[in-house]
């Protein structure tokens, strides 16, 4: 199995199986945000301070809790992702939120083809990237989608922190994955799930790792001028069993470990 496109079909039936147990998780505590928790993460409330009234895309949705949280924040929002399971869990917690919201289920290679509209932001984040075969298809479509003078912003695990094993059984950084891209993505078999660790799934995920420097460089060549690219040695939950938590959202490693970058943001605009 070689086309890109038979992965992410792939990917697209573990998604399905996720959601339904990530409706589910502590991790996503969907009564929570049912009750009016915000799922939103100080870096992007910082660095996008200003949404309301605005247009806002956010891609690789998964099932909105964050893009439900914008529109809390006062944005018009479109969430797209590529699961059936999500893009239906989505619209239904739409409904009990009482929140405008509109949802589209497509792949980022499709979505030229169903969605015209440009935003004033483009958003995404956290564990998106490593489930696109191609960043410069991904950046294209991306910044397509953005208005002339518009936003677009990720929020990311860093490539960095995704080198290093994260099995309940690590106690300290242990380098095992790739940096650098491969066409050919890594499987990963039998994958439980990052909200649920105890769930055993018979199914595969497969990975595409993409250095920053492609990233980057993806975003200019899709006609994009960078704003910032920032680096943080904190990530957002207990990704290595190891980390210390220090508050909501904020999960670092220990004094006398090494400090490595563990999430990136970059913010880029559109020229007029």
């Not at 199986?17 to 969907?30: A, G, L, Q, R």
């Not at 949280?69 to 059936?84: H, N």
């Not at 059984?169 to 095992?176: G, I, N």
């Amino acid at each position: 199995m070689t086309d890109p496109k038979l992965f992410v079909e792939k990917n697209r039936e573990l998604w399905n199986v996720w959601t339904d147990i990530h409706e589910k998780s502590d991790f996503y505590d969907v009564e929570g945000f049912l009750s009016g928790k915000s799922r939103l993460k100080p870096i992007e409330r910082n660095e996008l301070p200003d949404v309301s009234g605005k247009t806002l895309l956010h891609l690789q949705c998964h099932f909105g809790l964050d893009t439900l949280s914008w529109a809390r924040e006062g944005a018009i929002v479109t969430g797209v992702d590529f699961s059936e399971h999500a893009i239906a869990l989505a619209t239904k917690l739409a409904f009990r939120a009482k929140l405008d919201a509109r949802f589209i289920c497509c792949d980022i290679e499709s979505l030229p083809k169903v969605l015209h509209d440009q935003f004033d932001i483009v958003f995404t984040s956290y564990g998106v990237l490593t489930w696109t075969p191609d960043i410069n298809r991904w950046a294209q479509v991306a910044a397509r989608r953005v208005k002339p003078g518009g936003t677009f912003y990720i929020a990311e695990f860093h490539p960095i922190a995704s080198m290093f094993a994260h099995e309940s059984d690590v106690t300290e950084w242990r380098m095992t994955e790739p940096y650098f891209h491969s066409s050919v993505p890594k499987e990963y078999k039998n994958a439980s799930s990052y909200a649920d660790p105890s769930v055993d799934i018979k199914l595969s995920e497969f990975a595409w790792y993409h250095p920053l420097g492609n990233i980057v460089s993806a975003l200019i060549d899709a006609g994009l001028d960078i704003e910032f690219v920032h680096e943080f040695p904190h990530t957002t939950y207990d990704q290595f069993p190891f980390l210390e938590k220090h508050g909501e959202w904020d999960y670092r490693a220990p004094e006398h470990m090494a400090q490595i970058p563990m999430l990136f943001s970059i913010r880029a605009r559109k020229p007029d």
